[in-house]
């Protein structure tokens, strides 16, 4: 196997990285699903005062600026593929309380290189409101790859490595909850 340099930055791959881009995407998405819930009852109410995170979610990506066309996932009512919150559409996350963000990643073995490897990564941080103590006190991530290359990778594997220490390395618990997965 060949060694790849990565490449990340804290927002999407695209052809123009303008101020527009950098306001839209350098940054993480924090929603609650008490503020979807609210949303969802009062998106139609002229008093409604929608939440900062639902108004600007990065359902979609600048297309014409070479973005991927969707990038964060969301209650599309419509069908039309466009997030519009004024419509009654709505973040979809997991948990009680989510975060999120994109990053790109290229992987090249030489910049410019024209088998190199570019995706999206979108990343989701949810925990749970719960009264079982060891749900409430787990954090969950799951991500999303876009793959924005132009080439076919048929022996992509994608891995992930924690070392994160809190006390002692004798106590640190990493694991899966398989009922908590969704396809």
Known sequence: R???QMCIRDSPKSDVYDIEYMTRYARVWKVT????????????NSDYEMPEA??????????AYGESEHLAPFMDLNENGHYNPYQGEYPIIEG???VFTIVSCTAEE???????LDMDLGIMIYAFEDEEEDLELTTFLRYTIIHTSPNDFP????GFWLDADIGTSVD???AVSYTHLRA
């Open 2 to 4: 060949r060694q790849r």
């Open 172 to 174: 640190d618990y990493v």
């Open 110 to 116: 030489e910049f410019g290189s024209p088998d190199a």
């Open 54 to 63: 639902i108004l600007t979610w990065p359902g979609n990506g600048r297309a």
């Open 33 to 44: 699903s008490e503020e979807i819930e609210t949303h969802i009852a009062q998106s139609g």
């Open 155 to 158: 022996e992509f594997s994608f």
């Open 96 to 98: 009680d309380l989510a």
